[in-house]
C-alpha cells in the first residue's frame, strides 16, 4: 500500500533563509512523487514532479525538490524563503509500477515564512 | 479560460439529506479525482476516475457516490450514510497517465447543520 509522511506539522523561517518542507514515502514499486501547495482558503497548485531521471527536480516559484530512493524521501527546498510562500503544503504519491491513478497525499505542512 | 469549477462554493445540508456537489472540467483531461480536506488529516481520497464511465473507490468512499457519464463532468453525492460529511470538498483533473499532475478546483465547503 502506498503511504507518504510529512513529519513536520508546521515550518518556521525568516525571510531570506533557506527553507525544507520534508516528505518519507512507501510504495511497493518505483514511486511518482509530486508538491502541491495550497493558500487560504484555495485549491491546490501544482509545483513539481519527480518521474524519472535526474534526483534533483525544479519547479514552480524557485521550488526545488530531492529524490532520494535509499532514504525514500522527496524533500521540497528553496535557497530563499519569501513571505510570500507561507501557505500549506502538501507531498503525494503514485505507484508507477501499478500504472494506476490511485494518489495518496500527506496530512501537510504549513509553513510560515516571518519578515 | 480553461480550468475546472466546482459548485457551489458553500452548501448547508440538514441531517438526513443527499447533497450533490458540481465539478466540471474544460481541460480535456481524462482522469477526475474527488478529495476530502480535513485539518490535521489532509487530502483523502474519496473516488477517482480514470476514464468515462469507469471509477474506482478510494480509501474513505463509504457514503459517497459518484457518476462519469461526460468527459467533463464528475459529480459527487454525499448521502446521508456518511457518518460525519462536514467538511472541505476538493475536485480534480489530470492528464491520461499516471505520471500526469492534477489541477484542482477551488472546492467546496460541506456543512452539516
Known amino acids: 500500500a502506498q503511504s507518504v509522511a510529512q513529519p513536520e506539522d508546521q515550518v518556521n523561517v525568516a525571510e531570506g533563509n533557506p527553507l525544507t518542507v520534508k516528505c518519507t514515502y512507501s510504495?511497493?514499486?518505483?514511486?511518482?512523487l509530486f508538491w502541491y501547495v495550497q493558500y487560504p482558503n484555495r485549491g491546490l497548485q501544482f509545483l513539481l514532479k519527480?518521474?524519472?531521471?535526474?534526483?534533483l527536480v525544479k519547479g514552480s516559484y524557485g521550488f526545488e525538490a530531492e529524490f532520494n530512493k535509499s532514504q525514500t524521501s522527496f524533500h521540497l527546498k528553496k535557497p530563499s524563503a519569501l513571505v510570500s510562500d507561507s501557505a500549506l503544503y502538501f507531498c503525494?504519491?503514485?505507484?508507477?509500477?501499478?500504472?494506476?491513478?490511485?494518489?495518496?497525499f500527506g496530512a501537510g505542512t504549513r509553513l510560515f515564512v516571518k519578515a | 479560460d480553461g480550468g475546472i469549477t466546482q459548485s457551489p462554493k458553500y452548501l448547508f445540508r440538514k441531517e438526513g439529506q443527499n447533497v450533490t456537489l458540481s465539478c466540471e472540467q474544460n481541460?480535456?483531461?481524462?482522469?477526475m479525482y474527488w478529495y476530502r480536506q480535513d485539518p490535521g488529516q489532509g487530502l483523502r481520497l474519496i473516488y477517482y476516475?480514470?476514464?468515462?464511465?469507469?471509477?474506482q473507490k478510494g480509501d474513505i468512499a463509504e457514503g459517497y457516490s459518484v457518476s462519469r457519464e461526460k468527459k467533463e463532468s464528475f459529480p459527487l453525492t454525499v448521502t446521508s450514510a456518511q457518518k460525519n460529511p462536514t467538511a472541505f470538498y476538493l475536485c480534480?483533473?489530470?492528464?491520461?497517465?499516471?505520471?500526469?499532475?492534477?489541477?484542482f478546483g477551488p472546492g467546496t465547503r460541506l456543512t452539516v447543520l
Open positions: 481541460l480535456n483531461h481524462d482522469a
Open positions: 503525494a504519491v503514485r505507484d508507477a509500477g501499478t500504472g494506476g491513478f490511485k494518489t495518496i
Open positions: 476516475s480514470q476514464i468515462v464511465n469507469d471509477f
Open positions: 510504495v511497493s514499486g518505483n514511486p511518482y
Open positions: 480534480a483533473s489530470g492528464g491520461g497517465s499516471s505520471y500526469n499532475e492534477q489541477f
Open positions: 519527480y518521474i524519472t531521471g535526474d534526483n
